[in-house]
């Protein structure tokens, strides 16, 4: 793996911190003792502030202690896996921000850590500066920062409050992670607009995701059972171009 830059440093304590201006918390999660140092010592060169657990058990003690802004968690860990302390972890802060972190690099194994919630995954071996900078991109989408101030979105009987962070369709609330969230403001900025897997990558995801797009059709599967769900659809598959959202009817 390999250590982060100069630039990568300098961007990060800039950027980045909690609402009252301290640093943001990270916790990092790996019974490799040694991959757990370097990987939070990257990120205190990002300016935040690490803590680190070695297990399930201590990774769910030191979240509730910690309350950090965002999870780096190892799927394998020696009393119960990641997908399990992810469950335990959102049941107290339901938007946690988790990076997954995997040895293996089935599809199937990345599917089952975002279903479980998990907003991102790198695999092993990976670089430390791809660790901070998908962190970076996690943390942005969760801290709700915009343009504008006040702004709503509304197609059809669909509203996103830009503000809030809430989203409602038909009067109902319907809440949705840090990622979802993304993802429905992008297709509601651009209603009635085919949009493709590689634009949608680039938006909503800000980076090279190395050609999987299918964390966009993963991601647009959990929007429609929450939007669509028991209702006339608004998301559309384009075959071939793309998603759009446009109102019922």
């Known amino acids: 793996m390999s250590g982060m830059n100069a630039t990568s440093q300098g961007r990060g304590k800039a950027d980045l911190r909690r609402a009252d201006g301290s640093p943001?918390?990270?916790?990092?999660?790996?019974?490799?003792?040694?991959?757990?140092?370097l990987v939070s010592m990257a990120l205190r060169m990002e300016g935040w502030e690490v803590r680190s657990a070695g297990d399930g058990t201590e990774a769910v003690r030191v979240a509730r202690?910690?309350?950090?802004?965002?999870?780096?968690?190892?799927?394998?860990?020696?009393?119960?896996?990641?997908l399990e302390v992810l469950r335990r972890m959102r049941a107290e802060a339901p938007y946690l921000p988790v990076l997954f972190l995997t040895?293996?690099?089935?599809?199937?194994?990345?599917i089952a850590g975002l279903t479980a919630g998990g907003d991102d995954y790198v695999t092993k071996p990976f670089s430390l500066e791809e660790v901070a900078?998908?962190?970076?991109?996690?943390?942005?989408?969760?801290?709700?920062?915009?343009?504008?101030?006040?702004?709503?979105?509304?197609?059809?009987?669909?509203?996103?409050?830009?503000?809030?962070?809430?989203?409602?369709?038909?009067?109902?609330?319907?809440?949705?992670?840090?990622?979802?969230?993304?993802?429905?403001?992008?297709?509601?900025r651009n209603p009635k607009r085919v949009l493709s897997k590689a634009q949608i990558l680039d938006r909503?995801?800000?980076?090279?995701?190395?050609?999987?797009?299918?964390?966009?059709?993963?991601?647009?599967?959990?929007?429609?059972?929450?939007?669509?769900?028991?209702r006339e659809p608004m998301i559309h598959t384009m075959r071939g171009?793309?998603?759009v959202l446009k109102p019922a009817g």
């Open 24 to 37: 943001v918390r990270v916790l990092v999660v790996d019974d490799e003792s040694t991959l757990a140092e």
């Open 103 to 110: 040895a293996k690099d089935a599809v199937e194994d990345r």
């Open 241 to 243: 171009a793309g998603y």
């Open 204 to 230: 909503v995801w800000s980076y090279d995701f190395g050609g999987q797009a299918n964390i966009v059709e993963l991601y647009i599967s959990y929007l429609r059972k929450k939007i669509d769900a028991d």
């Open 65 to 82: 202690d910690f309350r950090p802004d965002a999870v780096v968690l190892d799927v394998m860990l020696p009393d119960f896996d990641g």
């Open 133 to 188: 900078l998908r962190l970076r991109a996690l943390l942005r989408r969760a801290s709700g920062v915009t343009g504008a101030s006040g702004s709503q979105l509304v197609v059809g009987d669909l509203t996103l409050d830009e503000d809030s962070r809430e989203v409602h369709r038909g009067g109902d609330l319907v809440p949705l992670t840090a990622t979802e969230f993304e993802l429905l403001r992008y297709l509601m």
